[in-house]
């Protein structure tokens, strides 16, 4: 199927720290998702963006949290600044109308 | 508020018996339900979905039945194989490229 790629796999940074996490998305699709799965825990939407703007975002969809996807390029969700309870795996999806996921970026938080 | 509910949480069948995962959902707007398998370390991946004005999909060995007056859904896998074994999620949305909920999973174990 359609794949999305997400960089890196694995994010180890100190709290307070920034954090960028980079999705390639499928080339054609339009809509583009984060979402934060917790070892053991289902996953659990953060926020959509369609044509440069967030359509919805959560509760966990803090403050310090941003995307952006500047020209085409990667869409991205940046922590800043990253807290203890951040530490999870993020899951980038895109869409036409069904979402595919990328592998995750395992974000550790020390 | 949990929405979206699986059961059993772990699954083992022996090889060639049918696996049934089951769902259900709290919010009635929900009206299309994509299944995700997903194995250690990996994205959840596509595996099935239905759209509430349907009671059935099929696809090879697996078929979604969808109840929406009970508002259930069960995965059906026929003729279980040991690479089937993974976690599968359940999910639930709203419309088209709405966000989706998640249910916990069922990990399924398939022995030979």
């Known amino acids: 199927g359609p794949k999305v790629l997400q960089i890196p796999s694995h994010q180890i940074i100190d709290m307070g720290q920034m954090v960028t996490l980079n999705c390639d998305p499928v080339s054609n699709h339009l809509y583009f998702y984060w979402y934060k799965q917790i070892l053991g825990q289902q996953m659990e939407f953060l926020v959509n963006f369609y044509n440069g703007k967030v359509m919805e975002k959560s509760k966990l969809f803090k403050d310090q949290f941003s995307v952006e996807r500047p020209d085409g390029s990667y869409f991205t969700l940046k922590i800043q600044p990253t807290a203890l309870e951040d530490s999870a795996v993020y899951f980038c999806?895109?869409?036409?109308?069904?979402?595919?996921f990328g592998p995750g970026t395992r974000l550790t938080v020390l | 508020q949990q929405q979206v509910r699986q059961s059993p949480q772990s699954l083992t069948v022996w090889e060639g018996e049918t696996a049934i995962l089951n769902c259900s959902y709290e919010d009635s707007t929900f009206n299309y339900f994509p299944w995700y398998q997903q194995f250690p370390g990996e994205g959840p991946a596509l595996l099935i979905s239905i759209r509430s004005v349907s009671d059935k999909k099929e696809d090879g060995r697996f078929t979604i039945f969808f109840n929406k007056r009970e508002k259930k859904l069960s995965l059906h896998i026929t003729d279980s194989q040991p690479g089937d074994s993974a976690t599968y999620f359940c999910a639930a949305g709203g419309g088209s490229n709405a966000k989706l909920t998640f249910g916990k999973g069922t990990k399924l174990s398939v022995k030979s």
């Open positions: 999806a895109s869409s036409p109308y069904e979402q595919y």
